[in-house]
């Protein structure tokens, strides 16, 4: 049985080019480049949302996280994380499953 979206952890998907600044990131799907040949900018809610992806957190530990750190309902964050995370899967670049099991390393 597989397990909810709610109660696995999110990684990043191996592959990914990002580059990181102080108040967004740029993201390249390079395993689905000729499908997507344009980059990702997260900034604002979603740039927050994919720092906390980081293959340790499960979707309800961000939400609970954003949050807390935003003193914002945990409804309206819940809403906000997962049709984020929702479109973040859709485009390949995020996958659930245990705990540490994805390269999550940053290309600069």
């Known amino acids: 049985m597989t397990e909810p979206a709610s109660a696995s952890v999110l990684h990043k998907t191996p592959g990914l080019a ?9 993201v390249l799907n390079l395993p689905r480049l ?3 040949q344009s980059p990702y900018i997260f900034e604002g809610t979603s740039f927050a949302i994919w720092n906390f992806i980081d293959g340790t957190r499960t979707q309800d530990q961000i939400i ?26 859709h485009h390949g670049l995020v996958t659930l499953g245990p705990e540490n099991s994805s390269d999550d390393t940053p290309v600069t």
Do not use: C, G, I, M
Not at 18 to 26: A, F, L, N, Q, S
Not at 64 to 85: G, I, K, N, T, W
């Open 34 to 36: 000729k499908e997507q």
């Open 64 to 89: 609970d996280e954003l949050a807390d750190e935003y003193q914002a309902p945990r409804d309206q964050v819940a809403a906000d994380v997962e049709s984020f995370v929702s479109d973040l899967h």
């Open 18 to 26: 990002h580059v990181d600044h102080d108040t967004y990131t740029v």
